[in-house]
């Protein structure tokens, strides 16, 4: 082949992956008619983008971190919208706390940090399709107890993990005397909530429900008199 041949060859070739990568950035799901001068579906065009601007997802307060950065679809998942822009985690993320927009259809994506962070509760596995969030607000009283947060499908599947609680292991949340969490589900799912504080442990089980949130109050009955904060729900 001759290098003018092989020059053609590569510029079709081009021709045809290019359209390939730029359908799988071509991210936005549906978009919210909140805003239909804005409701675009990529932040380039909204009024916020361009005057810089925080944005508020699930309560959190975030304002621009860094320039725009080009990442695949398959490093991102959907967690929500914000006016019309659907907004992503990167894959595996525990918390939210940086949160992508996506600027145009190119793959480029605007990083948006706060000050806290919202844990996210998921099995290694990117939402299932028809997901929406629900959140559960529980109560760790006293302070300082670690917190797990599991399936029940996973924890039926396996049984020792109660008696291996574990922090930075399979379901741990984190250090608490109040947590907030996000679960993901297309439908209703049970949960096991456990608790582990000075050696002892308590467990619960609390229901997930998409679009709505579940209350609990996580104390045995006799650290009941615990002060726990009412926090306001997504």
């Not at 996506?102 to 399709?129: I, K, R, W």
Request: hydrophobic letters at 45%; glycine letters at 8%.
């Amino acid at each position: 082949m001759t290098k003018t041949g092989a020059i053609l060859l590569s510029c079709a070739l081009l021709a045809i992956v290019a359209p390939r990568v730029a359908a799988q950035c071509d991210m936005p799901r549906a978009v919210s008619a909140r805003d239909s001068s804005e409701a675009t579906g990529y932040a380039a065009g909204t009024a916020w983008f361009k005057n810089n601007e925080p944005i508020t997802v699930y309560g959190l307060r975030l304002v621009k971190y860094g320039l725009p950065r080009k990442l695949h679809a398959s490093q991102l998942w959907w967690i929500g919208e914000f006016r019309g822009v659907p907004v992503y985690v990167e894959a595996g993320a525990r918390l939210i706390y940086v949160i992508y927009a996506p600027v145009n259809p190119g793959c480029e994506f605007q990083p948006y940090m706060g000050q806290l962070a919202l844990p996210l509760v998921h099995t290694d596995s990117a939402p299932a399709p028809g997901s929406r969030p629900a959140e559960l607000l529980i109560s760790g009283c006293p302070k300082g107890a670690h917190l797990y947060i599991l399936p029940a499908a996973q924890v039926a599947a396996d049984t020792a993990w109660r008696s291996r609680l574990v922090p930075g292991g399979p379901g741990y949340i984190g250090i608490a005397w109040f947590y907030r969490a996000l679960v993901f589900t297309p439908t209703p799912q049970p949960y096991e909530v456990a608790l582990a504080w000075r050696g002892r442990r308590w467990r619960f089980r609390i229901d997930a429900v998409p679009g709505r949130t579940t209350r609990v109050d996580a104390r045995p009955p006799d650290l009941r008199k615990c002060e726990v904060p009412d926090y306001p729900v997504m």
